[in-house]
Protein backbone atom coordinates (compact mmCIF):
# COMPACT_ATOMS: atom_id res chain seq x y z
CA UNK A 1 0.00 0.00 0.00
CA UNK A 2 1.40 3.23 -0.93
CA UNK A 3 2.16 5.37 2.17
CA UNK A 4 0.81 9.41 2.32
CA UNK A 5 4.25 10.66 0.75
CA UNK A 6 4.28 8.41 -2.30
CA UNK A 7 0.82 9.35 -3.03
CA UNK A 8 1.36 12.72 -3.12
CA UNK A 9 4.45 12.71 -5.18
CA UNK A 10 2.06 10.40 -7.54
CA UNK A 11 -0.32 13.15 -7.96
CA UNK A 12 1.77 16.10 -8.33
CA UNK A 13 3.61 14.55 -11.20
CA UNK A 14 0.07 13.45 -12.23
CA UNK A 15 -0.81 17.22 -12.73
CA UNK A 16 2.89 18.08 -13.63
CA UNK A 17 2.21 15.97 -16.73
CA UNK A 18 -1.89 17.57 -17.38
CA UNK A 19 -0.25 21.18 -17.76
CA UNK A 20 2.16 19.89 -19.67
CA UNK A 21 -0.12 18.73 -21.90
CA UNK A 22 -2.17 21.59 -22.07
CA UNK A 23 0.20 23.77 -22.81
CA UNK A 24 1.38 22.36 -25.65
CA UNK A 25 -2.06 21.81 -26.90
CA UNK A 26 -2.75 25.99 -26.77
CA UNK A 27 0.91 25.90 -28.37
CA UNK A 28 -0.89 24.12 -31.17
CA UNK A 29 -3.81 25.83 -31.15
CA UNK A 30 -2.27 29.26 -30.79
CA UNK A 31 0.17 27.78 -34.00
CA UNK A 32 -3.36 26.72 -36.04
CA UNK A 33 -4.32 30.75 -36.02
CA UNK A 34 -2.38 31.09 -38.63
CA UNK A 35 -3.55 28.56 -41.07
CA UNK A 36 -4.31 28.78 -44.46
CA UNK A 37 -7.61 26.82 -43.31
CA UNK A 38 -10.58 28.63 -42.30
CA UNK A 39 -11.88 26.48 -40.46
CA UNK A 40 -8.92 25.48 -38.29
CA UNK A 41 -8.14 29.66 -37.24
CA UNK A 42 -11.73 29.92 -36.02
CA UNK A 43 -12.43 26.62 -34.35
CA UNK A 44 -8.74 27.08 -32.99
CA UNK A 45 -9.60 30.99 -31.67
CA UNK A 46 -12.72 29.44 -29.87
CA UNK A 47 -11.16 26.77 -28.43
CA UNK A 48 -8.76 28.86 -26.81
CA UNK A 49 -11.28 31.18 -25.48
CA UNK A 50 -12.81 27.51 -23.85
CA UNK A 51 -9.78 26.99 -22.35
CA UNK A 52 -9.14 30.66 -20.71
CA UNK A 53 -5.54 30.32 -22.03
CA UNK A 54 -4.17 33.55 -20.77
CA UNK A 55 -0.55 32.61 -23.82
CA UNK A 56 -3.37 33.35 -26.06
CA UNK A 57 -4.13 36.79 -25.97
CA UNK A 58 -1.64 38.34 -27.84
CA UNK A 59 -2.15 35.71 -31.08
CA UNK A 60 -6.33 36.31 -30.54
CA UNK A 61 -5.57 39.75 -30.67
CA UNK A 62 -3.83 39.56 -33.81
CA UNK A 63 -6.75 37.45 -35.11
CA UNK A 64 -9.22 40.25 -34.81
CA UNK A 65 -7.65 41.82 -38.06
CA UNK A 66 -8.38 37.97 -39.70
CA UNK A 67 -9.99 38.48 -43.19
CA UNK A 68 -12.52 36.80 -42.52
CA UNK A 69 -14.90 37.89 -40.17
CA UNK A 70 -15.65 34.20 -39.24
CA UNK A 71 -12.05 34.32 -37.40
CA UNK A 72 -12.46 37.93 -35.80
CA UNK A 73 -15.71 37.55 -34.19
CA UNK A 74 -14.98 34.43 -32.62
CA UNK A 75 -11.71 36.09 -31.01
CA UNK A 76 -13.04 39.01 -29.95
CA UNK A 77 -15.35 36.77 -27.75
CA UNK A 78 -12.33 34.55 -26.31
CA UNK A 79 -10.94 37.56 -25.31
CA UNK A 80 -13.66 38.30 -23.10
CA UNK A 81 -13.43 34.48 -21.59
CA UNK A 82 -10.08 34.65 -20.75
CA UNK A 83 -10.83 37.83 -18.94
CA UNK A 84 -6.97 39.59 -19.37
CA UNK A 85 -7.71 43.34 -19.97
CA UNK A 86 -5.01 43.95 -21.92
CA UNK A 87 -7.82 43.20 -24.37
CA UNK A 88 -10.11 45.94 -23.61
CA UNK A 89 -8.24 48.49 -26.10
CA UNK A 90 -8.23 46.22 -29.01
CA UNK A 91 -11.69 45.25 -28.83
CA UNK A 92 -12.68 49.45 -28.14
CA UNK A 93 -11.10 49.74 -31.68
CA UNK A 94 -12.74 46.88 -32.90
CA UNK A 95 -16.49 48.53 -31.94
CA UNK A 96 -15.80 51.11 -35.18
CA UNK A 97 -15.22 48.01 -37.54
CA UNK A 98 -17.81 47.92 -40.60
CA UNK A 99 -18.50 44.68 -40.31
CA UNK A 100 -21.19 43.81 -38.10
CA UNK A 101 -20.59 40.38 -36.39
CA UNK A 102 -17.30 41.89 -35.28
CA UNK A 103 -19.04 44.72 -33.77
CA UNK A 104 -20.93 42.45 -31.85
CA UNK A 105 -18.52 40.38 -30.72
CA UNK A 106 -16.76 43.15 -29.29
CA UNK A 107 -19.13 44.31 -27.56
CA UNK A 108 -19.37 40.47 -26.13
CA UNK A 109 -15.56 40.47 -25.21
CA UNK A 110 -16.26 44.16 -23.79
CA UNK A 111 -19.24 42.97 -21.58
CA UNK A 112 -16.98 39.82 -20.04
CA UNK A 113 -14.28 42.08 -19.54
CA UNK A 114 -16.09 44.13 -17.12
CA UNK A 115 -13.46 46.90 -17.86
CA UNK A 116 -15.03 49.98 -17.02
CA UNK A 117 -12.80 52.36 -19.66
CA UNK A 118 -15.41 50.25 -22.13
CA UNK A 119 -18.49 52.16 -20.58
CA UNK A 120 -17.93 55.64 -23.10
CA UNK A 121 -17.32 53.92 -26.47
CA UNK A 122 -20.37 50.94 -26.20
CA UNK A 123 -22.52 53.61 -25.20
CA UNK A 124 -22.00 55.21 -28.40
CA UNK A 125 -22.42 51.97 -29.91
CA UNK A 126 -26.30 52.48 -28.81
CA UNK A 127 -27.20 53.81 -32.04
CA UNK A 128 -25.62 51.64 -33.82
CA UNK A 129 -28.10 50.17 -37.53
CA UNK A 130 -27.57 46.81 -36.60
CA UNK A 131 -30.22 44.97 -34.26
CA UNK A 132 -28.05 42.37 -33.05
CA UNK A 133 -25.54 44.65 -32.03
CA UNK A 134 -27.24 47.18 -30.37
CA UNK A 135 -28.52 44.07 -28.19
CA UNK A 136 -25.03 42.81 -27.44
CA UNK A 137 -23.76 46.46 -26.51
CA UNK A 138 -27.27 46.41 -23.94
CA UNK A 139 -26.23 43.48 -22.74
CA UNK A 140 -22.35 44.65 -22.24
CA UNK A 141 -23.15 47.42 -20.71
CA UNK A 142 -25.35 45.74 -17.99
CA UNK A 143 -22.30 42.91 -17.35
CA UNK A 144 -20.00 45.86 -16.52
CA UNK A 145 -22.52 47.23 -14.32
CA UNK A 146 -21.53 51.30 -14.76
CA UNK A 147 -24.45 53.89 -13.53
CA UNK A 148 -23.27 56.13 -16.78
CA UNK A 149 -25.36 53.72 -19.11
CA UNK A 150 -28.49 54.03 -17.24
CA UNK A 151 -29.59 57.20 -18.87
CA UNK A 152 -28.50 55.68 -22.72
CA UNK A 153 -30.28 52.33 -21.98
CA UNK A 154 -33.51 53.91 -21.32
CA UNK A 155 -33.68 55.95 -24.54
CA UNK A 156 -33.70 52.24 -25.88
CA UNK A 157 -36.80 52.20 -24.32
CA UNK A 158 -37.94 53.88 -27.67
CA UNK A 159 -35.96 52.02 -30.09
CA UNK A 160 -37.53 50.62 -33.41
CA UNK A 161 -36.98 47.25 -32.51
CA UNK A 162 -38.97 44.96 -29.64
CA UNK A 163 -36.23 43.40 -29.47
CA UNK A 164 -34.27 46.00 -28.57
CA UNK A 165 -36.80 47.16 -25.97
CA UNK A 166 -37.43 44.26 -24.13
CA UNK A 167 -33.48 43.93 -23.53
CA UNK A 168 -33.03 47.79 -22.35
CA UNK A 169 -35.98 46.50 -19.85
CA UNK A 170 -34.22 43.36 -18.94
CA UNK A 171 -30.75 45.32 -18.16
CA UNK A 172 -32.92 48.40 -16.15
CA UNK A 173 -34.02 45.72 -14.26
CA UNK A 174 -30.61 44.32 -13.51
CA UNK A 175 -29.90 48.33 -12.72
CA UNK A 176 -32.51 48.85 -10.48
CA UNK A 177 -33.18 52.16 -8.31
CA UNK A 178 -35.84 54.76 -8.92
CA UNK A 179 -34.64 56.29 -12.16
CA UNK A 180 -34.88 52.81 -14.01
CA UNK A 181 -38.28 52.31 -12.86
CA UNK A 182 -39.89 55.62 -13.24
CA UNK A 183 -38.42 55.58 -16.76
CA UNK A 184 -40.25 51.77 -17.19
CA UNK A 185 -43.53 53.27 -15.93
CA UNK A 186 -43.57 55.97 -18.74
CA UNK A 187 -43.48 53.42 -21.20
CA UNK A 188 -46.37 51.22 -20.19
CA UNK A 189 -48.41 52.08 -22.82
CA UNK A 190 -45.64 50.37 -25.34
CA UNK A 191 -47.84 47.62 -26.88
CA UNK A 192 -44.80 45.95 -28.43
CA UNK A 193 -43.42 45.40 -24.61
CA UNK A 194 -46.63 46.26 -22.26
CA UNK A 195 -46.77 42.35 -20.87
CA UNK A 196 -42.40 42.95 -20.15
CA UNK A 197 -43.15 46.17 -18.47
CA UNK A 198 -45.59 45.29 -16.25
CA UNK A 199 -43.44 42.44 -14.94
CA UNK A 200 -40.56 44.98 -14.69
CA UNK A 201 -42.78 47.42 -12.46
CA UNK A 202 -43.25 44.17 -10.02
CA UNK A 203 -39.74 43.23 -9.92
CA UNK A 204 -38.43 47.16 -9.72
CA UNK A 205 -41.17 47.91 -6.99
CA UNK A 206 -40.55 45.38 -4.47
CA UNK A 207 -36.75 45.60 -4.84
CA UNK A 208 -36.95 49.17 -4.63
CA UNK A 209 -39.48 48.63 -1.12
CA UNK A 210 -36.45 46.15 0.16
CA UNK A 211 -33.71 48.64 -0.04
Known amino acids: MQNVAEMSLE ?7 IEKKRKEIIQKLISYLKSDE ?4 WKSAE ?25 SWIAAKSLGKIGDKRA ?3 LI ?17 LGMLGDKRAVKPLIMLLEDKKEK ?3 AVIKALEEIGDERAVLPVIKRLTDK ?8 VNTLIGFGGEEALNAIKEHAGDPDIKNKIEEAI ?9 S
Not at 11 to 17: A, E, F, H, R, T
Not at 50 to 70: G, N, Q, R
Open 202 to 210: KILEKVNSN
Open 47 to 71: MLGDMHAAEAVEPLIEALSDEYVDV
Open 38 to 41: LTFR
Open 11 to 17: NSSSDIG
Open 88 to 90: TLP
Open 161 to 168: SKKVKIEA
Open 93 to 109: RCLGSDKQWLRKGAAIG
Open 133 to 135: VRI
